[in-house]
C-alpha cells in the first residue's frame, strides 16, 4: 500500500511564521520555492515527494559521519614532530582544561545534533520508502529534528578548520586529513537532505494532511493587508506546519495531532524572555571581551589573548581576510544581533507600523547569521587539541571563550524566543 502522497494539484493554505500571514499557494514543481506575499519568508520548497533521493543523502551523510569521526582531521609538523588531532579530541581538549561547559556546546553543536539530525530524518524516510505506515515515534522524532536542527552547527565547524589551516600556517606545516573532507562531505549531504525535504514536504510524505478541520476559503485580497491566521481563528504549527482551528476555550492549550507541539497564536512570554536572555548576552560579552579566550606558548613563553588582541596578531602577521572574518564573527555579528532585537522589541513596545517588511528582514538576517560566532568556539577547540607539542608549541584556551560561547547560546535563544509576527500585530492595531 502507496504511503506517500503525490503532489496535489490543489491550491495549499499556509501561515507564515514570520507575519502570520494566511494564503493560497499553488502547486510547486521542484526547485521551485513560494516566499510569503507580505514578508517574502520562503514558506516552502517544490519537492518531487520521492523518499529516495533525501534517504540516499541521509545514509552518505552517515556514513561520511563516521569517517570523520574515526580518523584524523588535521595533521601538525613542527621540527620533525608530528600531531594528528580528531574531532573528539578537541572536546577532550577542552575538557581537560576545565572548560567543561564549553567542551559539552562543542560537542553538542559539531557532533551529537548533526549526527541526531541525520538519523531523525532516516527513522523518518525509511518507513516512507518501504511504503509502510510512519513509524509510531514519528511525533517525537518531527519534534527532534525541528529543535536540533538550528544546533547543528557542520558548516561552522568546517569553517573553523579551515581557519585553523590558515591561521597554524605560520606556525607549523598543516595538512588536512581525510576526516576533514568527510566531514565537509557530510555537511554537503545534509545541506543538500533539508533542501529536498522541509517540514511541509516532510508531513505531506508521511500523509499527514494540511489540517484535521475545515479551513476557509480565502477571497482574492481586497484589503491592504491579506488575514492572518489568528485573525481567521487558526493556530500554526511551528514544527510540522499544520493548520489547527483554535479552541473557543482560550484557557485550553491544544497540542498538534501529528507532531504533539503545543499550538499558540504567538510564543507565550515571547517579549519578557527575550528580553531577558538579551540582557544576559549583553552582560556576559564584557567578560567575553575582557578575559583571556587563549594563550599560545612556544617555547615555554606566551601571552594570554584576547578576542580582540587576538585579531590584532593576526593583522600584524599579515591576515588580514583571517582577521575581519574573525572580526565579523566574534565582535560584530553578536553585537549586531542586540543592537537588532533592542530596536525590533522597541519598536513593538512602541507599537510602531514603521517598515515592518524590513524590519522582519532583520530578524531573518540574525536567525540565519546568528549561529556563525560559534567559529571562534570551534577554532579555540581545534587549535587547543591540535598544537600540543610540548615545549616546541602549546595552546591552552581561556575563560574568556567560556563566556563568550554562553553570549553565543544567549543570543540564539532570544531569537528563537522572539515572535516577529508581534512586529506586524500593530499594523492590525493601526488598522
Ligand atoms: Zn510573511
Ligand atoms: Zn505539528
Redesign the pocket.
Known amino acids: 500500500m502507496p504511503t506517500f502522497a503525490p503532489p496535489s494539484a490543489a491550491p495549499l493554505l499556509a501561515a507564515c511564521p514570520h507575519c502570520d500571514a494566511l494564503q493560497q499557494l499553488p502547486p510547486l514543481t521542484h526547485g521551485q520555492s513560494a516566499l510569503c506575499v507580505r514578508c517574502a519568508t520562503p514558506l516552502y520548497h517544490g519537492s518531487t515527494y520521492a523518499p529516495l533521493l533525501p534517504v540516499a543523502l541521509v545514509l552518505t551523510g552517515l556514513l561520511l559521519f563516521v569517517i570523520a569521526n574515526s580518523h584524523p582531521l588535521l595533521y601538525l609538523e613542527l621540527a620533525g614532530r608530528m600531531q594528528a588531532s580528531t574531532l573528539l579530541e578537541g572536546v577532550s581538549a577542552l575538557f581537560q582544561s576545565g572548560l567543561w561547559l564549553m567542551a559539552l556546546l562543542v560537542l553538542f553543536t559539531s557532533l551529537l545534533a548533526p549526527l541526531l539530525v541525520l538519523l531523525a530524518l532516516l527513522c523518518l524516510l525509511w518507513p516512507v520508502l518501504r511504503q509502510r505506515s510512519p513509524s509510531h515515534a514519528a511525533a517525537p522524532l ?1 519534534r527532534a529534528l525541528h529543535h536540533l536542527s538550528p544546533w547543528s552547527m557542520s558548516g561552522v565547524y568546517t569553517l573553523g578548520l579551515v581557519i585553523a589551516i590558515v591561521k597554524l600556517r605560520d606556525l607549523a606545516f598543516v595538512s588536512p586529513g581525510i576526516a576533514l573532507y568527510a566531514y565537509f562531505g557530510m555537511l554537503l549531504a545534509t545541506t543538500a537532505a533539508h533542501r529536498t525535504i522541509d517540514a511541509h514536504t516532510l508531513r505531506r510524505m508521511l500523509t499527514l494532511p494540511n489540517s484535521h478541520t475545515p479551513l476557509p476559503r480565502l477571497t482574492p485580497a481586497s484589503k491592504p493587508l491579506p488575514p492572518t491566521a489568528h485573525q481567521a481563528g487558526l493556530l500554526r ?1 511551528a ?4 493548520l489547527l482551528r483554535a479552541p473557543t476555550e482560550s484557557h485550553f492549550q491544544p497540542a ?1 495531532p ?4 503545543r499550538l499558540h497564536a504567538r510564543k507565550p512570554g515571547s517579549l519578557a524572555l527575550t528580553w531577558a536572555l538579551m540582557l544576559t548576552a549583553a552582560l556576559l560579552y564584557l567578560p567575553a571581551n575582557l578575559l583571556p579566550i587563549m594563550t599560545v606558548i612556544r617555547f615555554g613563553q606566551g601571552d594570554p589573548d584576547t578576542i580582540l588582541s587576538g585579531i590584532q596578531h593576526l593583522i600584524e602577521n599579515g591576515l588580514w581576510p583571517l582577521a575581519l572574518l574573525i572580526f565579523y564573527a566574534s565582535i560584530v555579528v553578536p553585537l549586531m544581533k542586540l543592537i537588532i532585537l533592542t530596536f525590533l522589541l522597541l519598536s513593538i513596545r512602541r507599537r510602531s507600523p514603521w517598515r515592518p517588511k524590513e524590519r522582519t528582514t532583520l530578524y531573518r538576517l540574525i536567525e540565519a547569521f546568528g549561529h556563525w560566532s560559534m567559529v571562534d568556539i570551534f577554532l579555540i577547540s581545534i587549535l587547543t587539541a591540535i598544537v600540543q607539542l610540548g615545549t616546541l608549541s602549546t595552546i591552552e584556551p581561556g575563560t574568556g571563550a567560556t563566556f563568550f560561547g554562553l553570549v553565543v547560546i544567549s543570543t540564539m535563544l532570544a531569537t528563537h524566543c522572539f515572535d516577529p509576527r508581534l512586529i506586524w500585530d500593530a499594523l492590525e492595531q493601526h488598522a
Request: charged fraction near 0%; aromatic fraction near 0%.
Open positions: 518531527m504549527c514544527c510540522c506546519t499544520l498538534c501529528h507532531c504533539g507541539s
